[in-house]
């Protein structure tokens, strides 16, 4: 099956650009008002699990929120002026680094998502880093303020809870690791 659109979207509808930060654009299309990423700018988000199937997670304040969010590491591809062209396994390797300390061997691409569609146009390439080595503390770079944690795959779902529980926000993307126990 083909992606067909809809007959109510008119594609020739002009895109208006309501305003225009330096990350982040608001548009409006027809009757549809959206955000998406200013000049481009694209996010790659690692899957990292250590040899001891831990998998390796990142919390940090997020404003929009108002308060820390458990994550998966992640960043944003060409971010820079410097870099607009960055390949987006090199950002992914550089991201995971930066935030958790560790560098992956092997770095293999899933695919591309799109975390809320109905809002956002911004997507991301989610990466599955192998064969880890611990190469510093992480923390991210200057401002970041992140915390990073091992959590066992097979207590996953309560380690969530436990965060929900905190007070913590969770990111969508997280669900990637509840997939099959949310069906049971």
Not at 19 to 39: D, H, L, M, P
């Amino acid at each position: 099956m083909t992606a067909t659109l809809p007959d109510h979207y008119d594609a020739a509808e002009p895109v208006e650009t309501m305003w225009e930060g330096r990350f982040i654009t608001t548009k409006r299309q027809g009757r549809w008002e959206y955000v998406s990423r200013a000049r481009g700018i694209r996010a790659a988000v690692i899957l990292a699990v250590d040899a001891q199937d831990h998998v390796i997670l990142v919390d940090q304040f997020r404003v929009p929120l108002g308060k820390r969010c458990i994550e998966l590491p992640a960043g944003l591809v060409g971010d820079h002026d410097d870099n607009a062209d960055e390949d987006s396994g090199i950002a992914a390797a550089r991201e995971l680094e930066e935030e958790t300390g560790y560098r992956a061997g092997t770095m293999e691409t899933v695919g591309e998502f799109f975390s809320s569609p109905g809002m956002v146009s911004e997507s991301f390439t989610l990466f599955r880093a192998r064969d880890l080595l611990k190469v510093g503390d992480g923390g991210g770079v200057e401002h970041e303020d992140i915390v990073v944690h091992h959590v066992p795959l097979a207590g996953i779902g309560q380690a969530i809870q436990r965060w929900r529980d905190e007070g913590y926000a969770i990111d969508v993307k997280l669900l990637t690791l509840l997939g099959p126990g949310l069906l049971g």
